[in-house]
């Protein structure tokens, strides 16, 4: 039988148990892949990690290097999930497909030793807004209960009216988003779709803490920092951080992931002292030259 840790910190190293998985989702079974750390005994937090790719492209592989890392540098379970792309299966179903991992996480937690409270998510670029749109339907749906949110380089505006032109010929491009855009909400009235589109909300209290990562040269970090102090002005603990990157590099920059897995650490073993220095995520906003 699996033991509680009583508030004790496990140990972390590189060496991970990683397995292949099918989970119900939206239009069908999506792929999912789950890291655990295979030194760490007992009951584990765990992460929802949904990859980039703008809506239409990106898969478990792409996301296997970053989600290597969380799970052994948090300590934690990392869940990747493999969600409907698009235009073969447009908006609603990547949302829908992970609230239904969420759900499925949550109620097999016991099976693969995992804190059922203990619970948050993260992603990149599309990723990063299927998790912003998981907090909002995880509150309106009373479940699963999530205690934070960390999105990196999130697409939140499908209008391209907040684009950061000033970054020059950085990545991704306009026409690219707008392809994009164009695949996953055909239809006009769903770009005000909270879910589609978190930026629009007009009720964003009660969600959980959030850090969003952007990029200096990353055309979408506006939009992702306006959509930061939408969240601070929600009451929503809130970290704003700015990288010295491109919109493609921030999935592996160090600095990011260092604050990444200390954020999702602070969050997921609370009664754990990593660092008394970081943060207590307050509202704020910070850049980070390195």
Known sequence: MMSSYDNVLP??????????LCLPGFAGQIDARLYRPADVEGSLPAVLYFHGGGFVAGDLDEADPIARRLAATI????????????????????PEDAHAAALWLHAQAA?????ATRLAC????????????????ARDRLGPPLVA?????????????RLD????????????????YSQYLPRVAERLHPYATPLESRRLAGLPPALIATGAHDRLRCEAEHYGAALINAGVPT???????????LPAHPALLADLAAF???????????????PSFQSLKTERTS
């Open 111 to 115: 099976t693969f030793g995992i804190d």
């Open 165 to 180: 032109h000033r970054a020059g010929s950085a990545e991704p491009q306009p026409n690219t988003c707008a392809r994009c």
């Open 75 to 94: 300590p934690a379970a990392v869940l990747s999930v493999g969600y409907s792309l698009a235009p073969a299966l447009p908006f609603p179903a990547a």
């Open 239 to 249: 970290q704003v951080t700015r990288y010295a990157a491109g919109h493609a590099e």
């Open 11 to 20: 140990r972390s190293t590189g060496t991970l148990q990683v397995a292949d």
């Open 264 to 278: 999702l650490r602070h969050h997921l073993w609370p009664a754990a002292s990593f660092n008394p220095d970081f």
């Open 149 to 161: 949110q960390a999105l990196v380089g999130p697409m939140l505006d499908p209008s391209l009216t």
């Open 122 to 137: 993260a992603g990149h670029d599309a990723g990063a807004t299927l998790a912003a749109a998981l907090t909002l339907m």
